[in-house]
């Protein structure tokens, strides 16, 4: 029989028409054999939607953060589809989403005052820019003996570890600090716990750390307890100094912040201290080298001069 019988043959034997080269039986393929996107581009948008816009526990799933674990599930769930996780992480970057960490927005503070704040700090700028005014941020903050997590180089495949003296929770620093902004200098001083007697007498070191050139010094400050209490301010008064406190719930307007987190940076992160002496050189060592660099250090700590309208409507409570 020759090569032209062979197709009459197959049907004689009830095999069917013949399968050509290269070709398989694949019923899940169109008939143009072509293999379809995993999503269509309504899905994609129903998925990316879904990430955006709401939370695993709306869906019956654990938590309040979509993972790929929870989308996989999500998905099956929603069409009884199987996604790898590789596929969901390429559909979700193409749609311009990232995996981050989630910032925590106070959303007690109040948009308007805060507008009203930066106002009032922009008069502020332009005496410093004049000379005329000393503009100082003060706050507190408390350093553990104990180091604290952070990122460093390491070999791939091996963890990096660091040594722990395992230092008892009280054995912390409580740090006043002072950054006047006009001149591109800080201070801190330590003598315990924070209270209005220890914040009057911190104003008064700052009074003598401050230059006598006869500007109008400007202390801006959260409403801590110790802050407002009556025998502070009248501290603040007999010095001279016109004491403004930050809109509630603001610190992202207060630059000292950046201070402290620069400050466990460079002295408490990945390093924990075997005494207090120790840490407490450290962070003046800290601070007195970067004094040496004022404009660093008013680039590194620049206060903020405007708000993000789109951020700043996420405070109104819903």
Known sequence: MGRGDRPERRKCLGLGSPVQPGRTDRPDL????????????????????????????????????????????????????????????????????????????????????????VVRLLELYEGVVRREVVLVYIDESHFHRDLENGYTWGRIGHRVWRRSCCAPLSDRINWYGAFNFSDGQCLIWNEGNCCKEHTAEFLQRVHEWLPTDGRRVVVIWDNAPWH?????????????????????????????EGLWKWMREEVTQLQCYETMRGLFDACKAFVDRI?????????RLWPRFELDPELEKLRFSS
Do not use: M
């Open 228 to 256: 407002t209490a009556g025998l502070v301010q009248r501290a603040g008064a007999d010095l001279g100094f016109e004491l403004i406190g930050l809109s509630t719930y603001s610190p992202d307007l207060n630059p000292i």
């Open 30 to 117: 169109p008939s143009d054999r072509r293999p379809r996107p995993f999503f269509t581009p309504a899905e994609v948008q129903e998925l990316v939607a879904t990430v955006e816009t709401t939370v695993p526990q709306a869906h019956g799933l654990p938590g309040h953060g979509w993972t790929l674990k929870k989308l996989r599930r999500w998905i099956y769930d929603t069409v009884r589809r199987l996604a790898s996780r590789s596929l969901l992480h390429k559909v979700l970057r193409a749609a311009g989403l990232s995996w981050k960490k989630c910032k925590k927005l106070l959303g007690k503070g109040d948009p308007d005052k805060r507008a009203a704040f």
């Open 291 to 299: 004094n040496t660099d004022p404009l660093g250090v008013v680039n």
